[in-house]
């Protein structure tokens, strides 16, 4: 049974950082495409960033310079690291992992950015 947990969301001053974590278990993170999307209240979900069973990363546009995805094999742990947090990045956080038959996604983690 695949399943993904995300941690390490909380309330942050603007400017502050927060890295995020999602374990997952009944899958290998390792041999597997990981993505981390949010959504903001009242807005439709936004893709992040991914990192691909060879390593290769992706960051969307709109949080490159500020968001790092990679992830730890042994841990089987992928993790998305925020730093000059703004306001509006305000929503919950969730990591995806894409398989043949559905996609898989956690139950979410809350950052709060206070200005």
């Known amino acids: 049974q695949v399943q993904l947990v995300e941690s390490g969301g909380d309330l942050v001053q603007a400017g502050g950082s927060l890295t995020l974590s999602c374990a997952a278990s009944?899958?290998?993170?390792?041999?597997?495409?990981v993505g981390w999307y949010r959504r903001a209240p009242g807005k439709r979900r936004e893709f992040l960033a991914r990192?691909?069973?060879?390593?290769?990363?992706l960051v969307t546009d709109s949080v490159k310079g500020r968001f790092t995805i990679s992830r730890d094999n042994a841990k089987n742990t992928a993790y998305l690291r925020m730093s000059s947090l703004k306001f509006e990045d305000t929503a919950v956080y969730y990591c995806?992992?894409?398989?043949?038959?559905?996609?898989?996604w956690g139950q979410g983690t809350q950052v709060t950015v206070s200005s």
């Open positions: 009944g899958i290998m993170i390792s041999i597997n495409t």
């Open positions: 995806n992992v894409p398989l043949a038959d559905r996609d898989y």
């Open positions: 990192i691909t069973k060879s390593g290769s990363t």
